[in-house]
């Protein structure tokens, strides 16, 4: 599947937050029938508050300087995701050490692609691609890390014991401990194979 079309059309990190902050403004003084401003609202909270905080090691700045960069990253993602809050800023820090280029595009404006990143049948979000210099995928990360799917693996198998409310509780705590180190080693990883 050439992807170069939806590359071109995507936005970058800067025009995605924009975008997501225009979002928070028209669910907010118009009609939010999902209560998805409270969503927006944290999220970009988060954001700012990786953007801001979350440094790369100088040991990874050192991993990604020896690394081919001959690709570029599109992320499928949404403003009301709580994984993309914490993932997309810190894929657009390791993007912007490698001096990769990287463009969003929003999930449910284009279910063409996202149904074509499917997770176990689901839209989970955010999906990063790598892809060649033909559009084409070379590798792909999401919709979290391999300890996060863990908890939700936990909260699916046990929904009364493990409510969802228990689940986010316990995902941010994860999301917050572990700094963002999860989400550069397995997309180095894929990066590097």
């Known amino acids: 599947m050439n992807l170069t079309a939806y590359f071109d059309q995507a936005l970058n990190y800067n025009d995605y937050l924009k975008k997501i902050g225009q979002q928070l403004l028209e669910l907010e003084n118009g009609d939010d029938p999902y209560d998805y401003a409270q969503y927006y609202s944290i999220n970009l909270k988060r954001i700012d508050r990786l953007n801001k905080n979350h440094e790369l090691s100088d040991k990874q700045i050192d991993k990604l300087s020896k690394i081919k960069t001959d690709f570029r990253l599109l992320t499928i993602s949404e403003g009301w995701c709580g994984d993309a809050a914490q993932i997309v800023p810190v894929v657009e820090k390791i993007a912007n050490a490698m001096a990769v280029e990287h463009r969003i ?23 990063i691609i790598g892809l060649n210099e033909n559009g084409e995928e070379i590798f792909r990360f999401g919709p979290r890390p391999v300890e996060a799917m863990e908890l939700l693996k936990k909260a699916k198998e046990n929904p009364e014991g493990y409510d969802a409310d228990q ?24 990066i590097t194979k």
């Open 167 to 190: 689940f986010h509780k316990d995902l941010q705590v994860w999301y917050n401990k572990d700094k963002g180190n999860s989400i550069f080693d397995e997309l180095y990883e894929l």
């Open 105 to 127: 595009v929003f999930r449910d404006e284009q279910p063409e692609l996202m149904d074509a990143f499917l997770t176990n049948g689901s839209r989970s979000i955010p999906i």
